[in-house]
């Protein structure tokens, strides 16, 4: 199965924060035969939190995304121009520009989410969560 990460699905995963996690997530997060995908978008969404001092992590954002890329093995999910496109359709249910692409990206390669942000749900994507 193919599972595309939103942000704070990631961070809870790889970080300390794993109490927010439900078994099912980590389940499917840890299952080898699952390829989970990492959208730029997130990186994207990490670098400025972290930059602006929003995020903290335990080491510089190249250095900590891209250990984490390689630890977890995920794949990289790029954005394309359709993707940016997609987002003028979305209706506003949600605010956060980066979860609306996040939105976008699943909706186009109809891939599931693995988020606990039910507003997701609105949009129609398969959100994987409890």
């Known amino acids: 199965m193919k599972l595309l990460l939103d942000t704070c699905s990631f961070l809870w995963l790889v970080t300390e924060n794993s109490q927010k996690i439900t078994p099912k997530a980590e389940t499917l997060f ?12 997130s990186a994207w969404e990490i670098s400025i ?5 929003k995020l903290e992590l335990t080491s510089p954002v190249h250095e900590f995304l891209t250990k984490q890329i390689l630890l ?22 949600h605010k956060d520009p980066f979860d609306r692409l996040l939105i976008a990206q699943s909706i186009i390669e109809e891939i599931p989410l693995l988020s606990a942000d ?10 994987i969560w409890a």
């Open 49 to 53: 939190k972290w930059s602006i001092g």
């Open 118 to 127: 039910p507003t997701f749900d609105l949009y129609g994507v398969h959100r």
């Open 30 to 41: 840890l299952d080898g035969r699952n390829r989970v995908l990492f959208s730029a978008v």
């Open 72 to 93: 977890n093995k995920l794949t990289i999910l790029p954005v394309h121009l359709e993707h940016a496109i997609k987002v003028a359709e979305l209706p506003f249910h």
